[in-house]
């Protein structure tokens, strides 16, 4: 039976035997490529003679091809639903994907929302951590102070004229307070 394959207008169509202009040209039916006129429009049709053509060779006739001039026979009927039933699973399974997109975009998002989350803990643990070094340095500071003040008992308190190289002394000083000094490596600690 071959396959449909034509240009719609007038086309010029390999046929065998004699034709008459407004005969209906149809498929040989043995794979040829040839058309040859049909008694009636049922069944595989390629269109309408629009020349005639006496002999009873093979020759070209100009025909008007067209689609829906029994264009469909069981076969044809047979492939036209198969494509159909084709497209139409393809659209189903087209569906599904859209369905599992959607389903990974949710899923996508609440991923997003429990990192912010995490990420607003993690935070939070870190200023933590932060505060907790923060407050074992300030307790270690005040441990070596208390060594120091230890270690400087019975010492002379420095005068009024030497804590004058050092300005950090003199609110110490006008605040009252009694200072003691000590050589560590070239540098004075003051306690």
């Known amino acids: 039976e071959g396959h449909w394959c034509c240009f719609l207008g007038q086309v010029p169509i390999t046929v065998r035997g004699p034709v008459k202009c407004g005969d209906h040209i149809g498929p ?7 058309g040859k006129v049909k008694s009636s429009p049922e069944g595989a049709m390629i269109g ?16 008007l091809c067209f689609a829906g ?8 009927e047979e492939q036209y639903q198969g494509i159909l039933s084709r497209m139409l699973d393809n659209e189903l399974k ?7 997109v959607q389903e990974v975009k949710q899923q996508v998002k609440a991923v997003k929302v429990d990192a912010e989350e995490h990420r607003e803990q993690v935070q ?3 200023d933590r951590v932060s505060n907790v070094e923060q407050l074992m ?13 230890k270690e400087a008992e019975g010492k002379t308190p420095l005068s009024v004229e030497e804590s004058k ?11 009252g307070s009694q ?13």
Do not use: H, M
Request: hydrophobic fraction near 40%; aromatic fraction near 8%.
């Open 137 to 149: 340095i300030a307790d270690k500071v005040k441990e070596l102070n208390k060594e120091l003040r």
């Open 165 to 175: 190289f050092i300005p950090a002394w003199d609110d110490a000083l006008a605040a």
């Open 94 to 100: 087209l569906a599904q994907i859209e369905g599992s």
């Open 69 to 76: 001039l029994g264009a469909l026979t069981q076969r044809g």
């Open 48 to 63: 309408i003679a629009l020349a005639d053509k006496p002999s009873n060779g093979t020759g070209v006739v100009k025909t």
């Open 124 to 126: 939070s643990l870190q």
């Open 28 to 34: 040989t039916g043995d794979g040829s490529g040839f």
């Open 179 to 191: 200072w003691n000094k000590k050589y560590i490596g070239g540098a004075c600690v003051c306690f």
